[in-house]
């Protein structure tokens, strides 16, 4: 989204398959949670003004925790078209994310997303 209309045709598109009117404003060339806003109304959205440029609109999704409770945001990092290390999880908090840790995912997890992500790679050819 580029202008505050394009914020508010998204979440009015969105907001009939929502069980929640959370969203999430997501700057497109942001990073490490930098920029990121909860929002929850029309008016909150007509107020935003961009300090960052474009933005992705999300719908707001409660994240799964490991069993000692940190949230389980996992990542996978790659140069052009090769895995760097593992998979692991993003230590977050609140949006912004302090480091990574071993992956406390399934196996079957690990599995099916490095499959997924190889995919991908090789179809958009970094």
Same mark, same amino acid.
């Given at each position: 989204?580029?202008?505050?209309?394009?914020?508010?045709?998204?979440?009015?598109?969105?907001?009939?398959?929502?069980?929640?009117?959370?969203?999430? %404003?997501?700057?497109?060339?942001?990073?490490?949670?930098?920029?990121?806003?909860?929002?929850?109304?029309?008016?909150?959205?007509?107020?935003?003004?961009?300090?960052?440029?474009?933005?992705?609109?999300?719908?707001?999704?409660?994240?799964?925790?490991?069993?000692?409770?940190?949230?389980?945001?996992?990542?996978?990092?790659?140069?052009?078209?090769?895995?760097?290390?593992?998979?692991?999880?993003? %230590?977050?908090?609140?949006?912004?994310?302090?480091?990574?840790?071993?992956?406390?995912?399934?196996?079957?997890?690990?599995?099916?997303?490095?499959?997924?992500?190889?995919?991908?790679?090789?179809?958009?050819?970094?």
């Amino acid at each position: 989204c580029s202008t505050v209309a394009h914020l508010l045709d998204a979440y009015r598109l969105m907001l009939p398959k929502m069980d929640s009117k959370k969203v999430v %404003i997501k700057p497109v060339f942001g990073a490490a949670g930098e920029g990121i806003l909860f929002v929850s109304s029309e008016e909150e959205l007509a107020l935003y003004d961009f300090p960052l440029g474009d933005v992705c609109l999300e719908q707001h999704l409660n994240l799964d925790h490991a069993p000692d409770g940190m949230i389980v945001s996992p990542a996978i990092h790659y140069m052009e078209s090769s895995f760097i290390g593992e998979l692991v999880d993003q %230590i977050m908090v609140g949006q912004s994310y302090a480091g990574w840790r071993v992956t406390q995912v399934p196996k079957t997890f690990v599995t099916h997303s490095l499959t997924t992500c190889k995919k991908i790679i090789q179809h958009i050819k970094p």
